[in-house]
């Protein structure tokens, strides 16, 4: 089974999504630890709640992003991972830190990348008036929200939308495929050829689309 360290820093409802997956008995992983960068991660009660080890790791007690990442990283190694999976963890990662999880670094971001990388990803969906927007899971390279695309989610903007209406209904599409993704990964079957995520899987589908 393999082992996966999930990292948030607040509500957590993708971390849930996994732990669902997870005791539904959909998602064959281990998950070893939740790790926060804010003590006030809503999400780190939540694991603990469900009994898993959770820990926070505050950023802001050290005094560079290379303190803070080593730091974690060692935090993370402790529970020697197969994967590491970001969870709305929001903080940017030295390229130190991204290559030591090379292929095994995985993130969400809520939009249909390479579209919006960065943050207010609903608003500026809304702003540049998109008929469609989503999310992506994706392999984490040093460049912020870029890397090797593994699955997209994507929904229709409606009229009248606004950045908490079309965020919510970004977000009930992230629980679906990140469980997903991971599950893929636990399973052994992706690959990345050249920038390109293949799924060894029949029917596999690397995209969840929903109608208005
Ligand atoms: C999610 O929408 C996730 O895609 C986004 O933060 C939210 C976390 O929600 N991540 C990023 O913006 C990363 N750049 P959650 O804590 O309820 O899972």
Redesign the pocket.
Known sequence: MKRIVIL??????????LLEAQVAGALPVTVAAVIANRED???LATARARGIAAQCVPHQDFGSREAFDAALAGVIDAFTPDLVV?????RILTPVFVRRYEGRLM????SLLPAFP??H?HERAIAAGCKVHG?TVHFVTPEL?HGPIVIQSAVPVLPGDDADRL?AR??AT?HVIYPRAVRWFAQGRLAVDNGIVRVDEADAQQFLLIDA
């Open positions: 948030i820093s607040g509500r957590g409802s993708n971390m849930e999504a991660a809503a999400g970001l969870a709305g963890f929001m993130n969400i971001h809520p960065g943050l990803t999310a929200d965020a970004v977000l992230e």
